[in-house]
């Protein structure tokens, strides 16, 4: 049963912070996990990604203001916003992809994805 939940989002204002979790029990043996974001009017956006071997990749955008965590013990993917931006408002998604598609530029590579959690910067 594949099950991803999101949770920690919010309003704060723009040079704060927030953190968002991914809640995960998974599909693939090997796997990689995303945050993709989706403002609106506009395409959805991958933000970060990590492989369960722990490597991570960032968007440009958000390197060196985000950062991924990952607690075994709790199944989560943790995502650390600071320096929050305008530009970062958009509902935030947690997905998953098998090992080798472990891409943010290919969104369509993730097969579940959570219902979302929105972040607002004002």
């Known amino acids: 049963h594949v099950q991803l939940v999101e949770s920690g989002g919010g309003s704060v204002q723009a040079g704060g912070s927030l953190r968002l979790a991914c809640t995960h029990s998974?599909?693939?043996?090997?796997?990689?996990l995303g945050w993709f974001r989706q403002a609106p009017g506009k395409e959805r956006e991958g933000v970060a990604a990590?492989?369960?071997?722990?490597?991570?990749t960032y968007a440009d955008s958000v390197k060196g203001r985000f950062t991924l965590s990952k607690d075994n013990a709790k199944n989560t993917l943790d995502l650390q916003m600071n320096s929050l931006e305008p530009e970062d408002t958009a509902m935030y998604y947690c997905?998953?992809?098998?090992?080798?598609?472990?891409?943010?530029?290919?969104?369509?590579?993730?097969?579940?994805w959570g219902q979302g959690t929105q972040v607002t910067v004002s």
């Open positions: 997905a998953e992809a098998p090992l080798q598609h472990c891409s943010i530029t290919h969104p369509e590579w993730y097969n579940f």
């Open positions: 990590m492989d369960d071997d722990g490597s991570t």
């Open positions: 998974g599909y693939y043996s090997s796997y990689c």
